[in-house]
Protein backbone atom coordinates (compact mmCIF):
# COMPACT_ATOMS: atom_id res chain seq x y z
CA UNK A 1 0.00 0.00 0.00
CA UNK A 2 1.30 3.30 -0.77
CA UNK A 3 2.04 5.23 2.60
CA UNK A 4 1.34 8.92 2.13
CA UNK A 5 4.10 10.02 5.79
CA UNK A 6 7.08 8.07 3.84
CA UNK A 7 6.72 9.87 0.90
CA UNK A 8 6.65 13.35 2.84
CA UNK A 9 9.94 11.59 4.95
CA UNK A 10 11.35 10.88 1.41
CA UNK A 11 10.73 14.76 0.00
CA UNK A 12 11.74 16.28 3.38
CA UNK A 13 14.63 14.11 3.81
CA UNK A 14 16.10 15.01 0.08
CA UNK A 15 14.91 19.37 0.02
CA UNK A 16 17.76 19.04 2.98
CA UNK A 17 20.34 17.68 0.87
CA UNK A 18 20.84 21.83 -0.73
CA UNK A 19 23.30 23.90 -1.09
CA UNK A 20 21.28 26.95 -0.42
CA UNK A 21 19.73 26.42 2.69
CA UNK A 22 16.49 28.98 3.09
CA UNK A 23 17.13 30.01 -0.29
CA UNK A 24 15.07 26.83 -2.33
CA UNK A 25 16.82 23.72 -3.05
CA UNK A 26 20.04 23.54 -4.67
CA UNK A 27 21.80 20.61 -5.98
CA UNK A 28 24.04 20.27 -8.71
CA UNK A 29 25.25 16.94 -10.22
CA UNK A 30 28.22 15.01 -8.34
CA UNK A 31 28.14 17.92 -5.73
CA UNK A 32 28.69 16.84 -1.75
CA UNK A 33 24.46 17.52 -1.75
CA UNK A 34 24.17 15.44 -4.53
CA UNK A 35 26.45 12.69 -2.62
CA UNK A 36 24.40 12.61 0.10
CA UNK A 37 20.89 12.45 -1.68
CA UNK A 38 23.02 9.39 -3.66
CA UNK A 39 23.72 7.88 -0.28
CA UNK A 40 20.30 8.36 1.07
CA UNK A 41 18.46 6.65 -2.03
CA UNK A 42 20.47 3.76 -2.50
CA UNK A 43 19.92 3.23 1.41
CA UNK A 44 15.98 3.72 0.72
CA UNK A 45 16.12 1.75 -2.55
CA UNK A 46 17.97 -1.51 -0.64
CA UNK A 47 15.26 -1.33 2.29
CA UNK A 48 13.07 -1.46 -0.23
CA UNK A 49 14.32 -4.66 -1.72
CA UNK A 50 15.39 -3.34 -4.89
CA UNK A 51 19.05 -4.51 -5.96
CA UNK A 52 21.13 -1.11 -6.65
CA UNK A 53 23.74 -0.03 -8.72
CA UNK A 54 25.39 3.36 -9.59
CA UNK A 55 25.14 3.26 -13.32
CA UNK A 56 28.19 5.08 -15.04
CA UNK A 57 26.10 7.35 -16.65
CA UNK A 58 25.51 9.32 -13.41
CA UNK A 59 21.97 7.21 -12.80
CA UNK A 60 21.44 5.47 -9.98
CA UNK A 61 18.90 2.01 -10.51
CA UNK A 62 17.28 -0.62 -8.37
CA UNK A 63 15.80 -3.50 -10.11
CA UNK A 64 13.18 -5.74 -8.33
CA UNK A 65 13.91 -8.80 -11.38
CA UNK A 66 10.38 -11.01 -10.46
CA UNK A 67 9.69 -14.13 -11.93
CA UNK A 68 11.41 -13.51 -15.61
CA UNK A 69 14.93 -11.97 -14.73
CA UNK A 70 15.82 -11.95 -18.64
CA UNK A 71 12.93 -10.04 -19.69
CA UNK A 72 12.63 -6.58 -20.85
CA UNK A 73 12.05 -4.37 -17.67
CA UNK A 74 9.60 -1.73 -17.10
CA UNK A 75 11.51 1.47 -15.76
CA UNK A 76 10.07 4.13 -13.76
CA UNK A 77 11.86 7.39 -12.13
CA UNK A 78 12.64 10.75 -12.76
CA UNK A 79 15.96 13.10 -11.84
CA UNK A 80 17.03 14.49 -8.56
CA UNK A 81 19.45 17.20 -9.73
CA UNK A 82 18.07 20.37 -9.47
CA UNK A 83 17.96 24.07 -10.66
CA UNK A 84 19.85 26.99 -9.00
CA UNK A 85 17.32 27.90 -5.69
CA UNK A 86 14.81 25.36 -7.28
CA UNK A 87 11.89 23.55 -5.60
CA UNK A 88 11.73 20.09 -3.70
CA UNK A 89 9.62 18.74 -6.16
CA UNK A 90 10.74 18.86 -9.83
CA UNK A 91 11.88 15.43 -10.47
CA UNK A 92 12.15 14.17 -6.81
CA UNK A 93 8.55 13.47 -6.90
CA UNK A 94 8.51 11.11 -9.75
CA UNK A 95 11.57 9.34 -7.79
CA UNK A 96 9.85 9.74 -4.52
CA UNK A 97 6.40 8.05 -5.76
CA UNK A 98 8.83 5.33 -7.78
CA UNK A 99 10.62 4.24 -4.60
CA UNK A 100 7.09 4.03 -2.64
CA UNK A 101 5.92 2.06 -5.55
CA UNK A 102 8.62 -0.41 -4.73
CA UNK A 103 8.19 -0.41 -0.94
CA UNK A 104 4.52 -1.04 -1.63
CA UNK A 105 4.94 -4.24 -3.87
CA UNK A 106 7.29 -5.61 -1.72
CA UNK A 107 5.07 -5.32 1.19
CA UNK A 108 2.02 -6.91 -1.15
CA UNK A 109 4.19 -9.52 -1.69
CA UNK A 110 3.50 -8.43 -5.57
CA UNK A 111 6.23 -10.30 -7.95
CA UNK A 112 6.14 -9.10 -11.50
CA UNK A 113 6.29 -11.27 -14.18
CA UNK A 114 8.66 -8.50 -15.84
CA UNK A 115 11.66 -6.93 -13.93
CA UNK A 116 10.54 -3.68 -12.33
CA UNK A 117 13.52 -0.98 -12.58
CA UNK A 118 13.88 2.37 -10.26
CA UNK A 119 16.00 4.72 -12.30
CA UNK A 120 17.24 8.17 -10.68
CA UNK A 121 18.57 10.30 -13.27
CA UNK A 122 21.21 13.21 -12.70
CA UNK A 123 21.98 16.27 -14.71
CA UNK A 124 18.39 16.63 -16.33
CA UNK A 125 18.35 20.36 -15.74
CA UNK A 126 22.03 20.17 -17.21
CA UNK A 127 22.81 23.37 -14.25
CA UNK A 128 25.94 22.00 -14.23
CA UNK A 129 27.47 21.11 -17.48
CA UNK A 130 25.13 23.07 -19.77
CA UNK A 131 23.37 20.25 -21.62
CA UNK A 132 20.15 19.21 -20.30
CA UNK A 133 18.17 15.64 -20.25
CA UNK A 134 22.83 14.00 -20.47
CA UNK A 135 22.25 11.48 -18.14
CA UNK A 136 19.65 9.33 -19.34
CA UNK A 137 20.90 10.02 -23.12
CA UNK A 138 24.21 8.69 -21.15
CA UNK A 139 22.28 5.83 -20.11
CA UNK A 140 21.04 4.39 -23.54
CA UNK A 141 24.00 5.51 -25.13
CA UNK A 142 22.83 8.53 -27.29
CA UNK A 143 26.09 10.77 -26.70
CA UNK A 144 29.23 9.24 -27.20
CA UNK A 145 31.61 8.81 -24.25
CA UNK A 146 33.69 10.42 -25.07
CA UNK A 147 32.11 13.89 -25.54
CA UNK A 148 30.26 13.01 -22.63
CA UNK A 149 33.91 13.23 -20.72
CA UNK A 150 34.38 15.80 -22.15
CA UNK A 151 31.67 18.36 -20.70
CA UNK A 152 33.03 21.32 -18.14
CA UNK A 153 30.90 22.82 -15.88
CA UNK A 154 32.08 26.43 -15.27
CA UNK A 155 35.09 25.52 -13.56
CA UNK A 156 36.65 23.43 -16.05
CA UNK A 157 35.89 20.13 -14.02
CA UNK A 158 35.02 17.23 -16.43
CA UNK A 159 32.23 15.57 -16.58
CA UNK A 160 34.18 12.43 -16.04
CA UNK A 161 36.29 13.86 -13.18
CA UNK A 162 33.52 14.94 -10.99
CA UNK A 163 31.78 11.12 -11.85
CA UNK A 164 35.34 9.53 -11.12
CA UNK A 165 35.29 11.46 -7.81
CA UNK A 166 31.90 9.87 -7.22
CA UNK A 167 33.58 6.49 -8.32
CA UNK A 168 32.24 6.36 -11.31
CA UNK A 169 34.31 5.07 -14.36
CA UNK A 170 33.56 6.47 -17.97
CA UNK A 171 35.31 3.44 -19.04
CA UNK A 172 32.75 1.19 -18.03
CA UNK A 173 29.90 3.14 -19.80
CA UNK A 174 29.73 1.73 -23.03
CA UNK A 175 29.17 -1.99 -21.87
CA UNK A 176 27.02 -0.93 -19.64
CA UNK A 177 24.05 1.13 -22.08
CA UNK A 178 20.57 -0.03 -21.56
CA UNK A 179 19.53 -1.60 -25.04
CA UNK A 180 16.14 -0.91 -26.72
CA UNK A 181 15.84 -4.93 -26.18
CA UNK A 182 16.12 -4.17 -21.95
CA UNK A 183 13.41 -2.12 -21.88
CA UNK A 184 9.52 -2.67 -22.30
CA UNK A 185 8.07 0.66 -21.10
CA UNK A 186 9.22 3.58 -19.22
CA UNK A 187 6.90 5.65 -16.78
CA UNK A 188 7.96 8.93 -15.57
CA UNK A 189 5.27 10.70 -12.98
CA UNK A 190 6.18 14.53 -12.57
CA UNK A 191 4.59 17.92 -11.05
CA UNK A 192 2.98 19.94 -14.20
CA UNK A 193 5.61 22.56 -13.40
CA UNK A 194 2.76 24.60 -15.07
CA UNK A 195 -1.36 26.01 -13.37
CA UNK A 196 -3.12 24.07 -16.19
CA UNK A 197 -4.41 21.12 -13.82
CA UNK A 198 -4.78 23.67 -11.06
CA UNK A 199 -6.97 25.29 -13.33
CA UNK A 200 -9.23 22.83 -14.57
CA UNK A 201 -8.81 21.14 -11.20
CA UNK A 202 -8.04 17.67 -12.07
CA UNK A 203 -6.09 15.52 -9.74
CA UNK A 204 -3.83 13.45 -12.47
CA UNK A 205 -2.24 14.86 -15.57
CA UNK A 206 -2.23 12.59 -18.92
CA UNK A 207 0.82 13.87 -20.60
CA UNK A 208 0.29 12.99 -24.38
CA UNK A 209 3.32 14.36 -26.02
CA UNK A 210 6.24 16.69 -25.00
CA UNK A 211 6.14 19.46 -27.54
CA UNK A 212 8.65 20.52 -30.43
CA UNK A 213 11.23 22.80 -29.74
CA UNK A 214 13.23 25.38 -30.81
CA UNK A 215 16.02 27.68 -28.69
CA UNK A 216 18.20 30.46 -30.56
CA UNK A 217 20.58 33.13 -30.20
CA UNK A 218 20.24 36.55 -31.94
CA UNK A 219 23.30 39.07 -32.26
CA UNK A 220 21.92 42.52 -33.95
CA UNK A 221 25.06 44.69 -34.65
CA UNK A 222 25.11 48.29 -35.70
CA UNK A 223 27.40 51.11 -34.63
CA UNK A 224 28.36 52.58 -31.66
CA UNK A 225 28.07 56.81 -31.50
CA UNK A 226 27.28 59.42 -29.55
CA UNK A 227 23.68 59.40 -27.50
CA UNK A 228 23.74 62.95 -27.75
CA UNK A 229 25.69 64.37 -31.10
CA UNK A 230 23.95 61.63 -33.46
CA UNK A 231 21.22 62.30 -35.71
CA UNK A 232 18.71 59.86 -35.70
CA UNK A 233 18.71 59.30 -39.13
CA UNK A 234 22.00 58.53 -39.21
CA UNK A 235 22.40 55.88 -36.42
CA UNK A 236 23.01 52.38 -36.90
CA UNK A 237 20.87 51.59 -33.87
CA UNK A 238 21.28 47.59 -32.96
CA UNK A 239 18.63 48.43 -30.21
CA UNK A 240 15.95 49.74 -32.48
CA UNK A 241 16.45 46.45 -34.61
CA UNK A 242 16.90 43.95 -31.49
CA UNK A 243 12.89 45.42 -30.24
CA UNK A 244 11.68 45.38 -34.09
CA UNK A 245 12.78 41.70 -34.07
CA UNK A 246 11.37 40.83 -30.96
CA UNK A 247 8.29 42.60 -31.11
CA UNK A 248 7.67 40.46 -34.66
CA UNK A 249 9.04 37.24 -32.75
CA UNK A 250 5.90 37.84 -30.39
CA UNK A 251 3.11 38.77 -32.81
CA UNK A 252 4.14 35.93 -34.62
CA UNK A 253 3.61 33.65 -31.73
CA UNK A 254 0.00 35.34 -30.94
CA UNK A 255 -0.90 35.23 -34.79
CA UNK A 256 -0.30 31.52 -35.20
CA UNK A 257 -2.30 30.79 -32.43
CA UNK A 258 -2.10 26.42 -31.55
CA UNK A 259 -0.51 27.04 -28.37
CA UNK A 260 2.76 28.41 -29.32
CA UNK A 261 4.48 29.99 -26.59
CA UNK A 262 7.57 32.19 -27.52
CA UNK A 263 10.12 33.52 -24.78
CA UNK A 264 13.03 36.11 -24.97
CA UNK A 265 14.61 35.36 -21.45
CA UNK A 266 18.01 36.90 -21.80
CA UNK A 267 19.08 40.46 -23.59
CA UNK A 268 22.67 41.76 -23.83
CA UNK A 269 23.65 45.24 -24.28
CA UNK A 270 26.72 46.46 -25.42
CA UNK A 271 28.36 48.56 -24.80
CA UNK A 272 25.78 48.94 -22.11
CA UNK A 273 26.58 52.63 -21.46
CA UNK A 274 23.33 54.69 -20.73
CA UNK A 275 24.78 57.85 -23.19
CA UNK A 276 26.28 55.29 -26.26
CA UNK A 277 23.85 54.03 -28.89
CA UNK A 278 24.14 50.26 -28.59
CA UNK A 279 26.42 48.71 -31.40
CA UNK A 280 25.28 45.09 -30.20
CA UNK A 281 22.04 43.34 -28.64
CA UNK A 282 22.45 39.75 -27.95
CA UNK A 283 19.14 38.08 -27.40
CA UNK A 284 17.53 34.48 -26.57
CA UNK A 285 15.02 32.92 -28.53
CA UNK A 286 12.64 30.04 -27.18
CA UNK A 287 9.79 28.94 -28.52
CA UNK A 288 8.03 25.78 -28.34
CA UNK A 289 4.35 24.08 -29.58
CA UNK A 290 2.95 20.68 -29.62
CA UNK A 291 2.71 21.00 -33.80
CA UNK A 292 6.18 20.86 -34.67
CA UNK A 293 4.91 22.95 -38.29
CA UNK A 294 4.22 25.57 -36.23
CA UNK A 295 7.61 25.71 -34.98
CA UNK A 296 9.43 25.60 -37.92
CA UNK A 297 6.83 28.37 -38.82
CA UNK A 298 7.71 30.40 -35.96
CA UNK A 299 11.26 29.83 -36.97
CA UNK A 300 10.58 31.25 -40.82
CA UNK A 301 8.99 34.47 -39.50
CA UNK A 302 11.90 35.25 -36.88
CA UNK A 303 14.58 34.98 -39.91
CA UNK A 304 11.98 36.85 -42.23
CA UNK A 305 12.24 39.67 -39.01
CA UNK A 306 16.39 39.40 -39.21
CA UNK A 307 16.30 39.45 -42.77
CA UNK A 308 14.49 43.08 -42.52
CA UNK A 309 17.12 44.49 -40.34
CA UNK A 310 19.39 45.06 -43.71
CA UNK A 311 16.45 47.79 -44.62
CA UNK A 312 17.63 50.04 -41.59
CA UNK A 313 21.40 48.92 -42.19
CA UNK A 314 21.63 46.59 -39.48
CA UNK A 315 23.02 43.15 -39.74
CA UNK A 316 22.91 40.01 -37.76
CA UNK A 317 23.85 36.35 -36.30
CA UNK A 318 21.32 33.85 -35.61
CA UNK A 319 22.61 30.58 -34.30
CA UNK A 320 20.07 28.28 -33.81
CA UNK A 321 19.85 24.93 -31.39
CA UNK A 322 18.09 22.88 -34.44
CA UNK A 323 13.63 22.13 -33.71
CA UNK A 324 13.79 19.04 -31.37
CA UNK A 325 10.68 17.48 -32.50
CA UNK A 326 7.52 16.38 -30.23
CA UNK A 327 7.63 13.47 -28.52
CA UNK A 328 4.84 11.60 -28.33
CA UNK A 329 3.44 9.19 -25.48
CA UNK A 330 2.35 5.81 -26.02
CA UNK A 331 -1.13 5.43 -26.55
CA UNK A 332 -1.71 2.11 -24.47
CA UNK A 333 0.13 4.10 -21.59
CA UNK A 334 -2.10 7.25 -21.79
CA UNK A 335 -5.04 4.63 -21.69
CA UNK A 336 -3.82 2.85 -18.92
CA UNK A 337 -3.20 6.38 -17.07
CA UNK A 338 -6.60 7.26 -17.28
CA UNK A 339 -8.29 3.78 -16.71
CA UNK A 340 -6.76 3.24 -13.19
CA UNK A 341 -6.80 7.16 -12.40
CA UNK A 342 -11.03 6.26 -12.72
CA UNK A 343 -10.48 3.34 -11.05
CA UNK A 344 -9.15 5.00 -8.37
CA UNK A 345 -11.94 7.56 -8.66
CA UNK A 346 -8.81 10.57 -9.42
CA UNK A 347 -10.04 13.31 -12.18
CA UNK A 348 -7.60 13.22 -15.20
CA UNK A 349 -7.38 15.44 -18.39
CA UNK A 350 -4.94 15.00 -20.93
CA UNK A 351 -2.45 17.53 -21.65
CA UNK A 352 1.29 18.08 -23.75
CA UNK A 353 3.96 19.34 -21.80
CA UNK A 354 5.83 21.87 -22.86
CA UNK A 355 8.69 21.39 -20.38
CA UNK A 356 11.57 18.81 -21.94
CA UNK A 357 11.75 15.40 -19.94
CA UNK A 358 14.46 12.85 -19.46
CA UNK A 359 11.20 10.45 -21.02
CA UNK A 360 12.36 12.23 -24.26
CA UNK A 361 15.21 10.31 -24.74
CA UNK A 362 13.39 7.17 -23.41
CA UNK A 363 11.16 7.44 -26.14
CA UNK A 364 14.18 6.70 -28.24
CA UNK A 365 14.44 2.79 -27.01
CA UNK A 366 10.36 1.91 -25.89
CA UNK A 367 6.80 3.15 -25.29
CA UNK A 368 7.37 6.10 -23.24
CA UNK A 369 3.88 7.58 -20.55
CA UNK A 370 4.19 10.75 -18.66
CA UNK A 371 1.90 10.91 -15.37
CA UNK A 372 1.50 14.87 -14.46
CA UNK A 373 0.39 16.29 -10.78
CA UNK A 374 -0.83 19.95 -10.08
CA UNK A 375 1.77 22.27 -9.40
CA UNK A 376 0.45 25.35 -6.78
CA UNK A 377 -0.29 28.14 -8.41
CA UNK A 378 1.55 27.01 -11.39
CA UNK A 379 4.88 27.47 -10.24
CA UNK A 380 8.00 25.85 -10.28
CA UNK A 381 11.81 26.09 -10.46
CA UNK A 382 11.15 28.30 -7.39
CA UNK A 383 11.49 28.08 -3.40
CA UNK A 384 7.60 28.08 -3.74
CA UNK A 385 7.20 24.94 -5.71
CA UNK A 386 4.68 22.99 -3.76
CA UNK A 387 2.29 19.63 -4.92
CA UNK A 388 0.23 18.35 -1.91
CA UNK A 389 1.14 14.82 -0.31
CA UNK A 390 -2.01 13.69 -0.64
CA UNK A 391 -2.00 14.24 -4.68
CA UNK A 392 1.29 12.87 -4.70
CA UNK A 393 0.28 9.63 -2.96
CA UNK A 394 -2.48 9.58 -5.54
CA UNK A 395 -0.28 9.48 -8.43
CA UNK A 396 2.32 6.88 -6.85
CA UNK A 397 -1.22 4.67 -6.82
CA UNK A 398 -1.74 5.49 -10.31
CA UNK A 399 1.84 4.83 -10.88
CA UNK A 400 2.11 1.49 -8.93
CA UNK A 401 -0.93 0.17 -10.63
CA UNK A 402 0.08 1.64 -14.56
CA UNK A 403 3.60 -0.18 -14.04
CA UNK A 404 2.04 -3.38 -12.56
CA UNK A 405 -0.31 -3.11 -16.00
CA UNK A 406 2.69 -2.66 -17.90
CA UNK A 407 4.79 -6.13 -16.28
CA UNK A 408 1.71 -8.24 -16.27
CA UNK A 409 0.66 -7.87 -20.39
ZN1 LIG B 1 12.09 18.09 -13.79
Redesign the pocket.
Known sequence: MIRIERIRADIEALRAFTATPGAGVTRLSFSPQEGQARRYLLTEMERAGLAVREHPSGCLLGRLAGKNPGRPAVLTG??YDTVHNGGAF??VCGLVAALEMARSMREDGYFPSNPVEIVGFLE??GTRFGYGLLCSAALLGLIPAEELAALRDDDGVTFADAAAACGLSLADLPAEVLRPDDLKAFVEL??E?GPVLEQYRREIGVVDCIAAMCFGQVTVCGRADHAGTTPTELRLDAMRGAVEVIGRFYEAAGQLGGGVVATVGKLVVHPGSANVVPDRVVFSVDYRCRDGGLVKRMRELLLEALEALKALGLSYQYEDGGVLPAVQMDARIMASIEEEAARLGYSSMRLPSG?G?DAMNLAEACPVGMIFLPSAGGRSHCPEENTGWEEIAKGARVLEAVVKRLCES
Open positions: SHDGEEHIQAH
